[in-house]
T-cell receptor
Framework: KQEVTQIPAALSVPEGENLVLNCSFTDSAIYNLQWFRQDPGKGLTSLLLIQSSQREQTSGRLNASLDKSSGRSTLYIAASQPGDSATYLC?????????FGGGTRLMVKP | EAQVTQNPRYLITVTGKKLTVTCSQNMNHEYMSWYRQDPGLGLRQIYYSMNVEVTDKGDVPEGYKVSRKEKRNFPLILESPSPNQTSLYFCASAIGRGGIIDTQYFGPGTRLTVL
C-alpha cells in the first residue's frame, strides 16, 4: 500500500528565505505527483503537477522536482512571503486514487 | 467560473439520520472523488468515480455510498451516520484519461458533526 510522508511537519522561517519541503513515497509506480496548498478552514488549491516522466515543474516562485527511483519529491519556494503561510500537501496518483501526505505547516514571519 | 461546489457547507445532525452531501462541477471532468480530512490522519479517499455510472472504493468507504448518474454531480450519502463520521469532507474533480488523473480541483469543504 502506498504511503506518503512529508517532512518536516511544521516549519517557521523569516520572510525572504528560500525553503524546501520534502515528500517521500514508498511505491515508485506512480503516474504523477501533485503539490497542493491548504489555507486554514479552506479547500485545497493545486500548485503543481509533475507527470511520472517529468523531473520538475515550475510556476512562479515554486519549483517541484520528482525522483521516482528514490521515491522523493521536493517543493522549493523562493523568496518566501508571509502570504505563503499555509499547509502544503503532496499527493501521489498510483492509478485512479490519490494518496496524500500529512502535510507541512509553513509559517513565514514578516 | 470553473468550480466545484458542495452543499451544505456546515451540517450538524444526529446518529442514524440519513443525509446527503451534494457535489457538482462545471468543468465537464470525468473524474470525481470524495475525501475526508481528520486531525492526525490527514486526507483519506472515500470513493471515486472515473465517469458516469463508474464508481469505486477508496481507502475508507465503510458507512458511505455514492452515485454518479450525471457527469457533473457526485453526491455522498450517509445512510446511518455515526459520531465517527464527524469530519471535514472535500469533493474534487479532474480530467481523467486512460486511468490517469490530471490536476484535481477541490470544493470548499463540508464540515459535518454527528451527535
Amino acid at each position: 500500500k502506498q504511503e506518503v510522508t512529508q517532512i518536516p511537519a511544521a516549519l517557521s522561517v523569516p520572510e525572504g528565505e528560500n525553503l524546501v519541503l520534502n515528500c517521500s513515497f514508498t511505491d515508485s509506480a506512480i503516474y504523477n505527483l501533485q503539490w497542493f496548498r491548504q489555507d486554514p478552514g479552506k479547500g485545497l488549491t493545486s500548485l503543481l503537477l509533475i507527470q511520472s516522466s517529468q523531473r520538475e515543474q515550475t510556476s512562479g516562485r515554486l519549483n517541484a522536482s520528482l525522483d521516482k527511483s528514490s521515491g522523493r519529491s521536493t517543493l522549493y519556494i523562493a523568496a518566501s512571503q508571509p502570504g505563503d503561510s499555509a499547509t502544503y500537501l503532496c499527493a501521489v496518483d498510483a492509478g485512479n486514487m490519490l494518496t496524500f501526505g500529512g502535510g507541512t505547516r509553513l509559517m513565514v514571519k514578516p | 467560473e470553473a468550480q466545484v461546489t458542495q452543499n451544505p457547507r456546515y451540517l450538524i445532525t444526529v446518529t442514524g439520520k440519513k443525509l446527503t452531501v451534494t457535489c457538482s462541477q462545471n468543468m465537464n471532468h470525468e473524474y470525481m472523488s470524495w475525501y475526508r480530512q481528520d486531525p492526525g490522519l490527514g486526507l483519506r479517499q472515500i470513493y471515486y468515480s472515473m465517469n458516469v455510472e463508474v464508481t469505486d472504493k477508496g481507502d475508507v468507504p465503510e458507512g458511505y455510498k455514492v452515485s454518479r448518474k450525471e457527469k457533473r454531480n457526485f453526491p455522498l450519502i450517509l445512510e446511518s451516520p455515526s459520531p465517527n463520521q464527524t469530519s471535514l469532507y472535500f469533493c474534487a474533480s479532474a480530467i481523467g484519461r486512460g486511468g490517469i488523473i490530471d490536476t484535481q480541483y477541490f470544493g470548499p469543504g463540508t464540515r459535518l458533526t454527528v451527535l
